[in-house]
């Protein structure tokens, strides 16, 4: 009886538990990304670009890496050589930057074209 009383408190414990871990936000801009997917997170540089579409740029460790942002992803990306601009990739994806504008690519071809800054 001792055992099945002790069980099933901590089958309630760990439900409450669970409960609360729901209201936890992982999302590391503040709030959640459901909120506003077109308001750029602090820090970020907003794009639009060709097609209606939208990314957001947050530079981090001094430009040597970019946090890029999407609606349904993110994602960092490395800082690599590049004659003019800037160029971060990370084998899959290529993110290339000239003046304020940005093309952002997969293995797969071009997914956001002819991005420009659009100040948050």
């Known amino acids: 009886m001792k055992h099945e009383i002790a069980r099933a408190v ?3 414990c760990a439900s409450l538990i669970l409960n ?8 590391p801009f503040g709030g959640t990304p459901e909120q506003n997917p ?9 794009y639009k670009c060709d097609g209606g ?3 957001f740029v ?7 890496a970019a946090w890029v942002i ?18 971060y990739g990370n084998g ?8 304020k504008a ?13 991005c420009k800054a659009s100040g948050g």
């Open 58 to 64: 947050r530079y981090l460790d001094k430009g040597a």
């Open 92 to 99: 899959s994806d290529t993110l290339e930057l000239r003046d």
């Open 10 to 12: 901590a089958l309630v």
């Open 53 to 55: 579409k939208h990314l």
């Open 102 to 114: 940005a093309t952002l690519s997969d293995s797969a071809g071009v997914n956001y074209a002819n």
């Open 38 to 46: 077109t308001r750029a997170p602090a820090d970020a540089t907003a």
């Open 70 to 87: 999407l609606p349904d992803r993110q994602f960092r990306l490395n800082k690599v050589g590049a004659d003019s601009g800037s160029r």
């Open 20 to 27: 609360g871990c729901s209201s936890i936000s992982v999302w």
